[in-house]
């Protein structure tokens, strides 16, 4: 569901209502008086709204929810930033992954949350990724972006800026950049895939001038980890190698830190842009935007990025059963 003040509801409703995604049967996990407020804003004649208990009851073409016992509609606050929708926010996606570790639910999308809401609601993590790790008992995951054949992926995630280059250790950067390579081949299915790795400091440390990161750990991980036949190259300037479009000539990209991967590609695609984590036991992805709490409630928001999410999370689970019915 996402926090009930944002928009995550709006874009779930708006994704669902199209006609073409029939590639899953979807199920949202979240509080049924807020769906069903959002719905009396659409036309659903032709859908039915399906209150089930377990994704076993779902149905195809239909509003298939399953809504927690204990919520009620007097604490709403559209647009706000609230304990109460922070709590109903993580209890929806805790509830979504306990139904794809029990093999109910295939894949899971989560709708955006607010990070400040959810530490009102008295949860210490970041955001969804470190969540999903702690709930799934996963000790290293990797952040990727996802829009087509652009993929960006990224060393360091929810930290402070002055905390990035003592969390790069060459352990981290060997553990990621192999995330990141087996998700290529097993989830994308490339099977010799091509990655660019960007440097941390600008222009790339100028030879160690601005920096030494490049020469004494980054391209010593990148030369050991190419010993065995990977193809990882750089590490780039960031700065020049999107201004020349070199993300075009990989399968995937790496980047340091945050802003310094998702500013280029969202600035590139975004609305069509997905968030997706790899090196976990399920599948999840997300859109890549967040609460929008400013047009919450208001019908406006854009559900193409959410639309993105759907399909990615249902074509990479249409991909592992098959794979699995293979083996």
Do not use: W
């Not at 087509?148 to 969390?167: E, K, Q, S």
Request: aromatic share 6%; hydrophobic share 40%.
């Amino acid at each position: 569901m996402g926090d009930p003040n944002g928009i995550g509801p709006e874009i779930i409703v708006k994704s669902l209502l199209q006609s073409d995604l029939k590639e899953a049967i979807p199920v949202i996990f979240g509080r049924e008086d807020v769906f069903r407020q959002i719905l009396s804003q659409h036309d659903v004649s032709s859908r039915t709204i399906n209150i089930i208990d377990s994704p076993d009851d779902a149905l195809p073409d239909e509003i298939n929810i399953i809504s927690p016992k204990n919520s009620s509609d007097s604490d709403l606050d559209i647009g706000s930033i609230t304990a109460s929708g922070g709590h109903a926010a993580m209890q929806a996606v805790e509830a979504g992954i306990n139904a794809c570790l029990s093999g109910e639910t295939s894949a899971l999308v989560t709708a955006p949350i607010s990070k400040e809401a959810i530490t009102l609601a008295g949860y210490n993590v970041p955001g969804h990724t470190e969540f999903l790790a702690d709930k799934t008992s996963t000790d290293q995951v990797l952040m990727m972006l996802v829009s087509g054949a652009f993929r960006v992926a990224l060393a360091t995630i929810h930290i402070p800026v002055r905390d990035i280059v003592d969390t790069l250790t060459e352990d981290l950067l060997k553990t990621r950049l192999l995330l990141l390579y087996r998700a290529l081949v097993d989830d994308f299915g490339i099977s010799d895939p091509r990655i660019a790795v960007l440097g941390l400091n600008p222009h790339g440390g100028d030879g160690g001038v601005i920096g030494r990161e490049e020469i004494d750990l980054i391209q010593p991980v990148l030369k050991e980890l190419n010993q065995d036949g990977l193809k990882f190259e750089g590490p780039f300037a960031a700065d020049g190698f999107f201004g020349k479009s070199l993300q075009k000539e990989y399968h995937a990209i790496f980047a340091m830190y945050h802003d310094q991967g998702l500013i280029p590609f969202k600035a590139l695609t975004f609305g069509r842009g997905v968030n997706m984590t790899a090196g976990l036991p399920i599948i999840r992805t997300s859109p890549d935007h967040g609460t929008a709490f400013d047009i919450a409630g208001k019908n406006v928001a854009d559900a193409g990025s959410f639309m993105a999410a759907y399909k990615l999370a249902a074509k990479l689970a249409n991909r592992k059963h098959s794979q699995t019915q293979s083996n």
